[in-house]
């Protein structure tokens, strides 16, 4: 059966993000990001929902870096469910998207932040774990494709 786990969602940071080490060093973050709803309610309030990121890596160094409360960022990655046991020996839930890649959302002219003048600022390529370990085989001809 095939399967197939795709998000794509821009929304606005909730919180800053806060960059943490797993025991082995790797680098992860968690934060929120509120994304607003396509309809309004009767009364004319926007929806929003508050969606758990976590990255992992340089993808997380990237949004500790560059990314603050407030702050548009366009997320993509697969969604994920995890299970636990609390201290209150509670069995616990979450549902939270593993970005695979991130990046900015306002034009550079919005990134008007203290110590970075206008157009002076060079914003760094948006970050996608995917392209770390890319490796393409060259094949010879259609006959060697697999359908």
């Given amino acids: 059966m095939a399967s197939f786990n795709k998000v794509i969602l821009i929304g606005n940071l909730v ?3 806060e960059l943490k080490q797993t025991p082995n060093g790797v680098p992860v973050t968690n934060f929120r990001i509120a994304v607003s709803r396509r309809f ?12 758990n ?13 560059y990314f603050n409360k407030g702050k548009s960022i ?42 970075f ?10 970050y996608s774990a995917a392209r770390d370990d890319v490796s393409f085989e060259e094949m010879s001809t259609d006959d060697d494709l697999p359908f």
């Fill in 15 to 17: 919180d800053d993000p």
């Fill in 40 to 51: 309004q309610r009767n009364e004319g309030a926007q929806d929003a929902d508050f969606i």
């Fill in 53 to 65: 990121i976590v990255a992992w890596r340089q993808t997380a160094e990237f949004v500790k870096r």
């Fill in 74 to 115: 366009l997320v993509c990655g697969s969604l994920q469910s995890r299970t636990w046991t609390d201290n209150n020996n509670q069995k616990r839930y979450t549902l939270e998207v593993v970005a695979d890649e991130v990046s900015f959302v306002d034009k550079k002219s919005d990134n008007n932040q203290a110590g």
């Fill in 117 to 126: 003048g206008g157009n002076s600022f060079s914003e760094p390529a948006p």
